[in-house]
């Protein structure tokens, strides 16, 4: 198996900001006005709900990898896109085998930080991703590491003349710019990869530490407490690693509540938000001279889990992919809750698969009737991607299509259930020439194409396009707005919102027979649109200057 790079030492993470678009309103000339195939395509809502209805029902069980809920899931869509007519992709099936281990900690846990009982899921959540049959740490020294970063492009570095053989890094959530949005220091509010979880577990490996520990603050977070309790705790996946990679990762990682670290660091005879208003200045470490003590068992189970890939040919470009993804999977069961223990995973991401399946139907319906695209279109619903976007990071790293034959991607997760929008959302808007396509596309349905409203919370390295990103491959996460079309929806949204509060990775994110879905089609629109005339238009779009990603695949100008 071929192995991703940690992303940091890719060079990918520059100091500059990405290119704007804002401004931009007319079409780059490679872009035409909507094909007259497109202007009479129509999406199914009745079927677009029965799809998401279907895959976050509680027969499913929450489409966990490696589950019941896989297989029923794994058959629907392979099922759906053999109906559409679409290629199978490898070895005469829909499915990619992703190997994966699950490891799941003993909910019985001995935990002691600074001489202070850690009571698990309240004070803190921690597991190991080794198959040594659980963590035995006696007397490891804590160390408070700042943001946890390792950044020479920011002359930045947390780890700075220190061994952290034996350590156990205790580290901030987010970066510095988080805490200084109006200064130069990172890219401001908007987040880059550094104030990723992912990020500071891989270069606490890389610096040789023990373990790591994220200090949870929900507004650089982004999300609240129970987030990490129900998507941290119970079986967690993850690939399958050469014995070489996975003797360089830490033996513990996890997150404790900001109220634990606080009496934590007062043991130490230090004030917590002293040293995060210092963390954030300029680089740290700090020895607190308190130690650890961690004790669970855990067991690894390894199994396969699927990508589904589908394939509709292209005409004369067959060779040449755009890729659609979704991930499929979710959270799955927790059986140590009472009631309801099902996290059925609407929203997040049974409408994401549902609209996939859409647009490839539409794609599919033209092609029958003679509308055949130049280019091939690929649909990869991707699995685990809620325990660190591993189906499409191991699609990267073995295509079953060439990367550098991928010409983009248009990502979907979570799809807008709140009515129709004056603007249309495109995460981290400002990287490529891709959203150009989105844009114009956008603009013909009168609306204004802006940046999310919390770049802070990294919304641009959570998904699965991130993992095409990486290697140079323009890829879009857009969709929904903030500004309602009218009133009535406008109070609708307040309405449902109220319903929907706390529901993201909780047990209540279940479909709801009243969403308002006619923005969610508008949004599969602005994608179907925007790939059918890249795919017959010949472009390459690329990176522009500043993007992070613009020495791999650069913009035209």
Known sequence: MKHLLPFCALALLSACSPQSADEQTSAPSTINSASAAASLVTFDEARFRKDIKTLSSDEFEGRAPTTKGEKLTLDYLSAAFKEMGLNTTYQDSYLQPVPMVSYTASESQQISLA??????????????????????INNAPLVFVGYGINAPEYQWNDYQDIDMKGKIAVIM???????HPESDKFNGKAMTYYGRWSYKFEEASRQGALGAIIIHDTAPASYPWSVVENSWTGAQQDLVFSKEVQDQRIAVEGWMTLDSATAIFKTAGFELT??????????????????????FTSEAEYADSYNVVATL????????????????????????KDGDNIYNGALDNASGTAGILEIARQFAKQAQQGNRLNRSVTFIATTGEEQGLLGSRYYAANPIYPIDKTVAVFNLDSTNVYGKTQDYTIVGKGQSELEAYLIYVAKGQNRTATRERNPASGGFFRSDHFSFAKLGVPAVFAGGGSVPLDDATAQYKQAMQAQMKGCYHNVCDHYRADWDLSGALQDLAVYYQAAETLANNGDWPGYYKGSEFNSLRPAKD
């Open 115 to 136: 001489g202070m009982t850690m009571e698990n899921r309240k004070d803190i959540v921690l597991g190991t991703r080794h198959d040594k049959g659980g963590v035995d």
């Open 313 to 336: 040919p292209g005409k004369n470009a067959a060779a040449e992919h755009i890729l659609f993804t979704a991930h499929w999977d979710h959270i799955g069961i927790d059986l140590t």
């Open 173 to 179: 959530v987010n970066d510095p710019g988080f805490a």
């Open 274 to 295: 002293n040293l995060m208003a210092r963390a954030s200045d300029s680089a740290i470490n700090l020895d607190l001279k308190q130690t650890a003590d961690i004790a």
